[in-house]
Structures are given as structure tokens and as C-alpha cells.
């Protein structure tokens, strides 16, 4: 699992049955109101929480910098309107 990857139990579907606790070699997940919470200072990634949840309630978030966001965006923006010149262009070609 990469490094950079939070884990996250999704609230909505936790049952808290508390299997990813007893699977955690770190002891980094404790039930807090019935529900799973992980601890991130000491998580080490392994993985192991990932696969014993039945419900798939641990998730894997990798954070973005909003910076990288941009880019990205800018970029789907700039292959977008790329995609347009040509639809449009084409579009012109049919009619002439
Ligand atoms: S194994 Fe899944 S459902 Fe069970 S407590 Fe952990 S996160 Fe919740
Ligand atoms: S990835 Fe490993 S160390 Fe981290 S919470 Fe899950 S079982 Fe524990």
C-alpha cells in the first residue's frame, strides 16, 4: 500500500464488528460508539484492515494538493476545448 494513502471507515456502512481491530498488528483501530476509527500515527499501511472488513467500510484516500488539482483541471479543460475545435471543425466539413 502506498505511504501516502490514508485509510478511512466509511460511517455509513461500519457495523462495527470489530474484526479490522483484531486484524490490525498495530493495534491502530479501536471502536469508538460502535463504530471503527484508525489511528493514523500508527498505522503502517499494511493492508490487512482492508481485506477482513466484510463491508468494505475501509477506504483508501490519497490526498491531492490543490495545486495538482488545478493542473489537472486545467488540463481536462484544455483537452476539452480541444476536443470541441475539432467536433466543430468536423461539423463545418459535413456542411460545406
Ligand atoms: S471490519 Fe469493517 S465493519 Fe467491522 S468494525 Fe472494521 S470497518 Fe467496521
Ligand atoms: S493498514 Fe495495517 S496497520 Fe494500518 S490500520 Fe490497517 S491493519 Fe492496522
Redesign the pocket.
Known amino acids: 500500500m502506498n505511504d501516502n494513502v490514508i485509510l478511512q471507515?466509511r460511517k455509513d456502512?461500519?457495523?462495527?464488528?470489530?474484526?479490522?481491530?483484531e486484524s490490525c498488528p498495530q493495534q491502530a483501530?479501536s471502536?469508538q460508539s460502535g463504530?471503527?476509527k484508525i489511528a493514523r500515527n500508527k498505522c503502517n499501511h499494511c493492508g490487512l484492515?482492508l481485506n477482513?472488513?466484510?463491508?468494505g467500510?475501509?477506504v483508501e484516500l490519497l490526498p491531492v494538493s490543490g495545486r495538482d488539482l488545478q493542473d489537472t483541471v486545467n488540463g481536462l479543460k484544455d483537452r476539452a476545448e480541444g476536443i470541441i475545435a475539432r467536433i466543430e471543425k468536423l461539423t463545418g466539413q459535413i456542411r460545406a
Not at 52 to 55: E, I, L, M
Request: with cysteine; net charge neutral.
Open positions: 471507515v456502512l461500519c457495523l462495527g464488528c470489530g474484526l479490522c481491530a483501530i471502536l463504530q471503527a484492515c477482513v472488513c466484510p463491508q467500510a475501509i
